[in-house]
């Protein structure tokens, strides 16, 4: 009886370690699923370092990195790290998921991801813009198009409740004039036209490896045009020039509060001049100011 109970004990142990741990279960993202850039690096090289990327809403060819987009399979490579980590591993205040069903929301949810990996290839904020894909057109396009009916009969008996939410939109008469109070906007901590190389190259931060990142010179922006900027944001609810991402302000002295605040900054310095098109979060501190937050009680 006692040989055969420690038989079993060991057959129990073997099985146990024989299992295949979780992270050699896991498996990359399915390639099918992921975004195509629409569009090719080196694009017209003007001798400089900018080619062409897409041409915005104003009929303009927005210049970009002639490596950008970056090579598809290095591309991959990292969203499949930042999926496995379930944030952006060169960004952790960043959280990535990617859902595989064929909802509106979770093809929205992967397009967000695809978007944060190439923002944040190289490090926080480093990486390549929006403008070198058409990630913001085909975001756009989810955004616009109809949704597989799953749970469409729930929401029908909804209008009943209406009434009780229409004194919602009283507080929005605040925000419609922006009254951001700019003691609240964090600092940009670094100045415009450091160090200027003569190909519109300046100094950014000094990241984490301890190199200068390189930024355009006329970054950061000018502080009453980035304050008239955050105000439309906030007022609208959403970057004017990227709808598909939500700005608010809160003005609270939370942690929470301190981080969202921080984000409208990000987005709102990201996407000045259109989806994507803006200055880095590399020619200021805010990620570090992010992380000060999130590090603190």
Do not use: H, Y
């Amino acid at each position: 009886m006692f040989i055969s109970t420690s038989a079993v004990f060991f057959a129990l142990v073997a099985s146990v370690s024989a299992a295949p741990s979780g992270k050699l279960m896991r498996r990359d993202v399915d390639a099918a699923l992921v975004p195509q850039f629409g569009l090719a690096a080196n694009i017209n090289p003007t001798g400089t370092g900018d080619c062409d990327g897409i041409t915005n809403a104003a009929g303009t060819v927005v210049k970009i990195p002639c490596f950008c987009p970056p090579d598809r399979a290095a591309f991959l490579q990292s969203l499949n790290a930042n999926v496995a980590a379930g944030r952006a591993v060169n960004n952790p205040g960043i959280a990535v998921s990617f859902p595989t069903d064929n909802s509106k929301a979770s093809k929205l949810v992967r397009m967000q991801a695809a978007l944060v990996t190439l923002q944040n290839l190289r490090g926080p904020g480093v990486g390549c813009p929006a403008a070198s894909t058409t990630f913001l057109a085909q975001q756009k396009a989810i955004q616009d198009g109809a949704d597989a009916p799953v749970a469409a009969p729930a929401p029908a008996p909804a209008p009943a409740p209406a009434p009780a939410p229409a004194p919602a939109p009283a507080p929005a008469p605040a925000p419609q004039s922006g009254g951001v109070s700019a003691a609240l906007v964090p600092e940009f901590g670094l100045a415009a036209g450091l160090n200027p190389t003569g190909t519109g190259d300046c100094d950014g931060i000094t990241n984490a490896a301890g190199t200068v990142v390189k930024i355009p010179c006329f970054c950061p922006p000018d502080r009453a045009a980035f304050l008239q900027s955050l105000n439309a944001n906030v007022a609208a609810g959403r970057a004017v020039n990227n709808p598909g991402v939500a700005v608010s302000f809160p003005t609270d002295n939370s942690k929470a509060s301190k981080l969202v605040r921080m984000q409208a900054a990000l987005v709102t310095l990201q996407n000045l001049r259109g989806p994507g098109v803006g200055c880095p979060a590399a020619s200021t501190t805010f990620l570090a100011q992010q992380k000060a937050i999130q590090d603190g009680a």
